[in-house]
């Protein structure tokens, strides 16, 4: 009978952590809508992806990589000055910006070069927003010489120069992309247009956990580490799991890397941060897929999108490049639907500040992209007692955007 | 792939066009115009002057913000009916204004998946049936993805056209056929709409393989600019397809607005006229 039991329980106990299903479906959201002449490339890299995922020796060369090219693990940093400016939880950071190439984006790219080289694909190319992708991208494939082209959004291009010009000197060719707002939606367009006509051999490493399966599944998985650590990490410096865990929402690698862990671990709270742009109350004015989007498929799967009445897709609005993006992975998707992870907007505004906050009561200039993640914490902690512990994702340095955020708060330099 | 319960219906115009063009030994010239584009007065004056021009089938997009499948022509062809104002309803409408004119000449749709999964699919099959819409293509809905759109469509007696590409491995060409009607569209190239057609060898070949594994009609796209191409083309295909040539005409004859001129309509039915004479000579 407790036999009987323990099976039945089974299910329930990897609840949230058992997806995809064969087909690359979490619940309804995923899937692999691309045209025909891309259906057997990505059939193709699931073969490949699945059989690297339990290989001892590609997971122990990808290991080395991470640590000591990567620069893992990324310390688990107890704020004191934030966690006493706000009063409330106690707050870590978890330092994603200090890796190799200044963000969480090296995580995913050294998994998928190593499968790209075992691939034997000679030619990589991938999209960015922030650039922070495309930089992780053009740095794996400098190390392991291998041509990179990168399609990249006009407007994306202008606003984060810094990152450009470090794209350029890693050798890789960048490729402006002007149709629509020029911005990560574009540019994610025509990399599928490139795959598209270069179907021999060329790999697409896309930087976010979304796109048609396997790339949610994989993606995710070569960010999980983000989260494993923070496990091991948060259970040698407090002796027990975090109690809530935050992190901001482009497409959603950096927090389901940071999630996927503790998705059974019930009490523990989990916030996703949207970018809420001008507001969203704004019309198009942000970038708050789950939180103001409707269910529809783009770019290979089915997943919370801004969009109209007619199933257009709509550009939206964040400061943050990154964010930038009217879809989210359908893993994300899935866990709003099962109310697992509660999905929340921050302005640009709200995170200007805490960016300006956190860089003087911390000595640590974050990303544009995490600053939305501080923002929420900033408004979360306060109503949390002090031995609440929160974890935050700082998966990003902000060097990239100090011309931006100089702008837009007026600063003479 | 379920197929049980469902209805194939194949008596529809698509199917009575190929079978009366296999009889007189021809094959058909189907031209791709976007619905709405570059307005939908204009598209509509176009649409119902194909026929006429020498379009056998006529296939008509639905505008998408996002088609991934399309080179920069086609692109830039959805942004103008966009920015026009064209919607489903509108594409819709299209078709009904074009079947009170015409009731012989088979509309194929062809699109990306999701307006129609938003539309609603089954108020989608069941709207563009009786506006008199015969057949549609979703460029990012191949068989294997497909679980909602086949069989209300196969149901509602509608073709559903697949993409077979040069990619198209054996296992995937059989499953393909089994969850085809109407025709296969062999996609002549690896890329984007509008990208350069040069390898005919290639397509030959690949032709010959799907014939020897479907007895359904061939149509050849992707790449076709020129009659001297349509008429190579024509050697392998049942229809020879043309889209991005035809909204690059009307793209060259818009004001610096952006709008329509008194050119726009004749000089795309001169084209399709130009395009589609090698194939009306074989008979």
């Known amino acids: ?413 | 792939m379920k197929s049980l319960g469902v209805r194939k219906i194949i008596n529809n115009r698509i199917d009575q066009c190929f079978t009366e063009l296999n009889a007189l030994g021809r094959t058909a010239f189907l031209p791709y115009i976007t619905a709405g584009d570059p307005d939908f007065e204009t598209s509509k004056r176009i649409l119902l002057g194909l026929p006429a021009a020498g379009a056998d089938l006529i296939e008509i997009g639905m505008p998408f913000s996002d088609p991934m499948a399309d080179g920069s022509i086609i692109q830039a062809s959805s942004v103008r009916a966009l920015k026009s104002g064209q919607t489903m309803n509108k594409t819709i409408d299209l078709v009904r204004r074009f079947r009170k004119s015409d009731s012989k000449t088979p509309i194929i749709l062809m699109g990306y998946y999701n307006p129609v999964y938003v539309y609603g699919v089954n108020r989608f099959v069941s709207d563009i049936k009786k506006a008199g819409v015969d057949g549609i293509i979703i460029v990012d809905l191949p068989h294997d993805a497909d679980c909602e759109l086949y069989a209300p469509a196969m149901n509602e007696g509608l073709s559903l056209i697949r993409l077979v590409t040069p990619t198209t491995d054996h296992a995937r060409l059989q499953n393909i056929i089994q969850h085809t009607t109407g025709f296969i569209y062999y996609v002549s190239i690896t890329g984007v709409t509008g990208s350069e057609l040069t390898n005919i060898e290639e397509v030959a070949a690949n032709v010959k393989r799907i014939r020897s594994a479907s007895a359904l009609p061939i149509g050849i796209g992707f790449g076709i600019k020129t009659h001297v191409q349509v008429a190579e083309i024509s050697r392998y295909a049942d229809a020879v397809i043309a889209g991005s040539v035809l909204i690059n005409k009307i793209a060259g004859t818009l004001d610096e607005n952006g709008k329509s001129t008194n050119k726009t309509v004749c000089s795309v039915l001169n084209l399709v006229s130009k395009l589609s004479l090698p194939l009306k000579l074989k008979v």
């Open chain 1, 1 to 413: 009978m407790a036999q009987f039991k323990a099976l039945a329980d089974q299910p329930e106990l990897d609840k949230y952590r058992s997806g995809p299903d064969n087909y690359g479906y979490f619940g309804n959201f995923g899937g692999r809508y691309v045209a025909e002449t891309l259906m057997p490339l990505v059939l193709e890299l699931e073969r490949a992806y699945d059989s690297v995922r339990c290989d001892r020796c590609f997971q122990n060369e990808l290991r080395e990589l991470l640590n000591h090219y990567g620069g893992r693990p990324s310390p688990l940093y107890l704020a004191e000055r934030f966690t006493e400016h706000l009063g409330g939880a106690k707050i870590y950071f978890k330092r994603d910006e200090l890796n190799h190439t200044g963000s969480h984006k090296i995580n995913n790219c050294l998994g998928q070069i190593l499968l790209a080289l075992r691939m034997g694909k000679t030619r990589i190319i991938a999209e960015t927003g922030a650039g922070q992708h495309g930089v992780a991208v053009a740095t794996v494939c400098a190390k392991y010489g291998i041509p990179c082209e990168i399609y990249m959004g006009a407007t994306d291009i202008e606003r984060q120069s810094p990152n450009v010009a470090r794209m350029k000197l890693l050798g890789a060719q960048l490729n402006p992309v002007t149709s629509g707002a020029g911005t990560l939606k574009d540019a994610m367009n025509d990399a599928l247009r490139d795959w598209v006509t270069n179907v021999k051999n060329t790999y697409y490493m896309i930087g976010t956990a979304a796109g048609p399966h396997p790339y949610p599944q994989m993606v995710r998985d070569f960010q999980s580490v983000i989260g494993n650590e923070v496990r091991e990490q948060m259970l040698a410096c407090e002796g027990r799991l975090p109690d809530s865990l935050v992190a901001c929402i482009g497409g959603g690698s950096n927090a389901i890397g940071l999630f996927h862990s503790f998705l059974n671990d019930k009490q523990i709270n989990i916030y996703g941060v949207e970018a809420g742009g001008h507001g969203i109350e704004v019309e198009n004015g942000h970038a708050a897929s789950m939180t103001c989007g409707q269910p529809g498929i783009l770019h290979g799967n089915r997943t919370y999108l801004l969009q109209d009445d007619d199933g257009q897709i709509l550009e939206g609005h964040s400061l943050s490049a990154g964010l930038d993006y009217p879809g989210v992975g359908p893993e994300h998707a899935w866990l709003k639907d099962k109310g697992r992870v509660q999905y929340v907007a921050i302005t640009d505004k709200e995170a200007l500040d805490a960016l300006r906050i956190c860089t003087q009561l911390e000595g640590i200039i974050p990303a544009l992209e995490p600053s939305h993640a501080i923002a929420y914490v900033m408004k979360l902690a306060p109503t949390l007692p002090k031995q609440h512990l929160l974890v935050m994702n700082l998966c990003g340095r902000g060097d990239k955007d100090l011309f931006t955020v100089t702008r837009a708060i007026g600063m003479n330099i």
